[in-house]
């Protein structure tokens, strides 16, 4: 009886990890998102409560208050005028010592994401790692010398970003271009190899072979 208890657990746990594993990144980005959500709507809220009375509050007008910010303050920055004045505010807050590290970590951030910055995040390469006899996966950030003010990095010479696995970081090397090889892997791939130091697979790759 025991051996037959066994077995039929092993596909109830198997079972029960599969839907564990897929249900739990949906969660968390549905979490995040209405986190991001009620955040907009009790900062911004607020500014309606104050200048409205409160029987035309709506819930929600904050968090379309919010998007409506961004898009407009986007819309500014557009300009000639606009982003000088930005520009200079952004000078003001970096002479602040605690608040210089705490908002060029962010803005550093989050610029990974927009279409300017991604188009220097797009290649995946091999690197010789000699300590380990070995090769790790990273991403150049800065190949052409035209594109950048930093003279220690030579013509021959590139700069590679590493990333860590299971956590936020890394490292950035500065390393001749005989030591990387380009691979043809997506962005996409690459991270999440990395972050699962390569136990999940390439979701293009079961795609492939599906």
Request: proline share 3%; no cysteine; hydrophobic share 50%.
């Amino acid at each position: 009886m025991t051996l037959i208890g066994n077995k039929k657990m092993k596909p109830v746990s198997k079972t029960f990890f599969k839907g564990l594993i897929a249900i739990i990144p949906l969660i968390l980005t549905l979490y995040l998102l209405f986190w991001l959500a009620d955040t907009a709507e009790l900062v911004l809220g607020n500014i309606f409560k104050f200048f409205l009375p409160d029987s035309w509050y709506i819930k929600g007008l904050g968090f379309v208050l919010g998007l409506a910010v961004a898009y407009f303050f986007g819309s500014f920055l557009e300009t000639r005028t606009f982003p000088r004045l930005f520009i200079s505010f952004e000078e003001l807050v970096l002479q602040i010592p605690v608040v210089k590290s705490i908002y060029t970590a962010i803005r550093d951030f989050i610029s990974l994401f927009s279409s300017e910055q991604k188009g220097k995040f797009n290649k995946v390469v091999l690197v010789n790692i000699p300590l380990f006899n070995g090769q790790q996966i990273g991403f150049i950030t800065v190949s052409d010398i035209k594109e950048h003010s930093h003279t220690f990095i030579a013509d021959d010479q590139v700069a590679v970003f590493l990333p860590f696995s299971y956590q936020m970081g890394g490292n950035t090397v500065i390393m001749s271009r005989e030591n990387i090889v380009e691979i043809d892997m997506s962005v996409e791939d690459a991270l999440r190899f990395i972050a699962t130091a390569g136990v999940v697979g390439s979701v293009n790759g079961e795609k492939n072979k599906s």
